[in-house]
C-alpha cells in the first residue's frame, strides 16, 4: 500500500455514552440549544479518563463527537428540517443519515463527577455512543456571519404558550413526559404548519394541531408568532378503556383528563 494514502478501514472505539430522557429521535431537535433536556456522559472506567478530564472543568462548552447509532443507513439526498421544501446534498446539511454515522453536538458543562459530565442544551440521543470530547474555542470556532444559503430561506417564529397550555405542560412535566415543551419549541420555531416535515395538520383556517407521541397540541399562527393554545390528550375515550397499552401511557392520560387547566 502506498505510505502516503491512509488504511481505508478507521476503527473506533467508544469512550462512553450518552444517558438522557430524549429516546426518540424526534426528541432530540434540530440542533443542540437550551430546549433540550439534559443529559450525561458516562465515561467508561479503567482507561485514565479521569486524567483526560483534568482542565475540563475549566470548559463552559465543550464539542461531543458521537455515532448516529440508531441510523442503519445513509442518503445521498436529504430533505432540511428547515428552509426549503427540496432535498440537498447530505454533505451540505446536519442530518444523521451520513455515509458515516458521525454527528458532531456543541454543548454546556453543568457539572462533572468523576466519570459523569453533566450537560445542557444536547440534541443528542440516549445511549449514543461517546467518541471523543474536546473543547469549545470561541476565536476558532465562532462565525456568527456565515451561515448556509438554504439556511436563511426560512423565517423564525416566536413560540408562547397560553396560559392553559403552560400549566399543562407544567403538569406532564411533573407527571414524566419531560419532553414536550422542547418538542413543540423545535417543530413550531421553523415552518410551524409544514405538513411535509412534521406531523401537523390543519383544524381549521386559523388553528392547527402538531403531534407527539400520544400527545397533540393546537396551536396558531399570526405573523411571526405561535401561540400554542392547549394541550390535549391523542386518545379517544374508546382508547383509553381499551387495556392494550404501547405506549404505557395510559393512565397519564387518565388523569390529565380530570385536571383543569
Known amino acids: 500500500m502506498d505510505e502516503t494514502v491512509a488504511n481505508p478501514k478507521i476503527e473506533l472505539t467508544p469512550i462512553g455514552y450518552f444517558k438522557s430522557s430524549q429516546v426518540h429521535p424526534y426528541e432530540a431537535g434540530r440542533q443542540p440549544d437550551s430546549h433540550h433536556a439534559e443529559g450525561v456522559i458516562e465515561l467508561l472506567g479503567g482507561q485514565n479518563f479521569e486524567q483526560a ?6 470548559c463552559k462548552k465543550i464539542w461531543v463527537i458521537f455515532a448516529f447509532h440508531r441510523n442503519d443507513h445513509w442518503n445521498p439526498m436529504v430533505l432540511p428540517p428547515r428552509g426549503r421544501n427540496t432535498k440537498i446534498g447530505v454533505f451540505a446539511t446536519r442530518s444523521p443519515y451520513r455515509p458515516n454515522p458521525v454527528g458532531m453536538s456543541c454543548v454546556d458543562v453543568v457539572s462533572i463527577e468523576k466519570l459523569s459530565i453533566t450537560v445542557a442544551g444536547a440534541d443528542i440521543l440516549d445511549g449514543s455512543p461517546i467518541l471523543d470530547i ?14 448556509p444559503e ?16 403552560e400549566k399543562a405542560l407544567v403538569y406532564l412535566q411533573a407527571m414524566g413526559v419531560e419532553n414536550l415543551r422542547g418538542f413543540l419549541q423545535h417543530q413550531l420555531e421553523f415552518e410551524p404548519t409544514n405538513g411535509k416535515k412534521k406531523r401537523v395538520k390543519a383544524l381549521s383556517e386559523s388553528e392547527f394541531i402538531i403531534a407527539y407521541r400520544t400527545w397533540r397540541a393546537v396551536f396558531t399562527v399570526k405573523d411571526q408568532t405561535v401561540n400554542v393554545l392547549r394541550i390535549e390528550s391523542g386518545y379517544s375515550s374508546k382508547d383509553l378503556k381499551n387495556s392494550d397499552d404501547t405506549y404505557q401511557d395510559k393512565e397519564i392520560h387518565r388523569e390529565f383528563l380530570k385536571q383543569t387547566f
Open 134 to 147: 474536546k473543547p469549545y474555542v470561541a476565536y476558532a470556532d465562532s462565525f456568527p456571519e456565515v451561515e
Open 53 to 58: 478530564l483534568t482542565g475540563l472543568e475549566g
Open 150 to 165: 438554504w439556511l436563511n430561506e426560512a423565517e423564525k417564529h416566536n413560540v408562547e404558550f397560553s396560559v392553559a397550555a
